[in-house]
């Protein structure tokens, strides 16, 4: 198992931007496939972002507002959000991919799981 510490959320204004980082511990870092995923009250968890390699993956929702990014000297994968809006309010997880498998979209596709950090996106 991966260990995953989310860090970069908080409170902020809608049109606002955050930045959200999480840090992976293991010696394979560069070959995981690293996702965000976001989860509201009542709500199922969603995806939002993933990266494989160089290939990068978003949900409709958030293309050409959301980048993600990774950095394997420090095993750590970003996730720029611009232009947030008041639905983007949600607990952001980090997720990796250890495993073999083309899916990326489901939170079924991923091995661990952060803690979560809170974004809200006031109006």
């Known amino acids: 198992q991966v260990q995953l510490v989310e860090s970069g959320g908080g409170l902020v204004q809608a049109g606002g931007s955050l930045r959200l980082s999480c840090a992976a511990s293991?010696?394979?870092?560069?070959?995981?496939?690293m996702g965000w995923f976001r989860q509201s009250p009542g709500l199922e968890r969603e995806f939002v972002a993933a990266?494989?390699?160089?290939?990068?993956y978003y949900t409709d929702s958030v293309k050409g507002r959301f980048t993600i990014s990774r950095d394997n000297a420090k095993n750590t994968v970003y996730l720029q959000m611009n232009s947030l809006k008041p639905e983007d309010t949600a607990v952001y997880y980090c997720?990796?991919?250890?495993?073999?498998?083309?899916?990326?979209?489901?939170?079924?596709?991923?091995?661990?799981w952060g803690q979560g950090t809170q974004v809200t996106v006031s109006s």
């Open positions: 997720a990796a991919k250890m495993s073999g498998g083309l899916g990326y979209s489901r939170p079924a596709d991923f091995d661990s």
């Open positions: 293991g010696r394979t870092f560069a070959s995981y496939g």
């Open positions: 990266i494989r390699w160089s290939a990068t």
